[in-house]
């Protein structure tokens, strides 16, 4: 299997199932990935999860961010990285640790917040290299924030919906900046 095929297989089918699956058992639009996995038998498999996603979408930005790129846009892949894993090391428990649970969400409002800023650079780099290539991928970020905008403000909470689509967006978003910027 190709390198090219391995990275198809992995932004297409197993980061979203991964995410799907991460939010089983519950309605997405009333539950958040933190709230599902402080149950203390679902932790592992969270933490798995933000290393897996973690891990791969890291590896992704770096690619994409070369060297030629601002220190401070160099940065964001790990600001995005940190934030995510001090999210995923935290834990989730508003009624023993308010404390500790806001540090959680702010960590992983603030993990997702870099990684759309990241999307958006590449998107609009994108764009106004070839107007073609990055109209779609500008079109799909904006969609996909749309939704997490209009969800939030119908629930009242960070949700998995919200959290599923931007993983998914993410997913399939740098898998395409990757194509287009590497040929492969």
């Not at 995410?19 to 933190?34: E, K, Q, V």
């Not at 030629?68 to 001090?86: G, I, N, V, Y």
């Amino acid at each position: 299997m190709s390198v090219s095929a391995i990275l198809t297989l992995v932004s297409w089918l197993l980061i979203p199932l991964s995410a799907f699956s991460l939010a089983r058992g519950a309605d997405p639009f009333c539950a958040s990935f933190s709230s599902l996995c402080a149950v203390p038998a679902r932790r592992p498999e969270f933490l798995l999860w933000c290393a897996f996603t973690g891990g791969y979408f890291f590896w992704l930005l770096t690619v994409l961010f070369p060297r030629t790129e601002k220190k401070s846009a160099r940065l964001l892949p790990d600001l995005c990285l940190l934030l995510l894993l001090l999210a995923a090391l935290l834990p989730y428990r508003p009624r023993e640790d308010p404390l500790c649970a806001r540090l959680h969400v702010l960590c992983a409002l603030g993990s997702a917040l870099c990684l759309l800023i990241c999307l958006y650079r590449l998107a609009f780099r994108l764009y106004f290299r070839s107007p073609r290539q990055g109209r779609r991928p500008l079109l799909i970020l904006n969609a996909s924030l749309l939704f997490c905008a209009l969800t939030w403000i119908a629930t009242g909470i960070i949700n998995a919906a919200m959290e599923i689509c931007l993983v998914c967006t993410a997913s399939v978003q740098l898998r395409y900046f990757t194509r287009v910027q590497r040929g492969i």
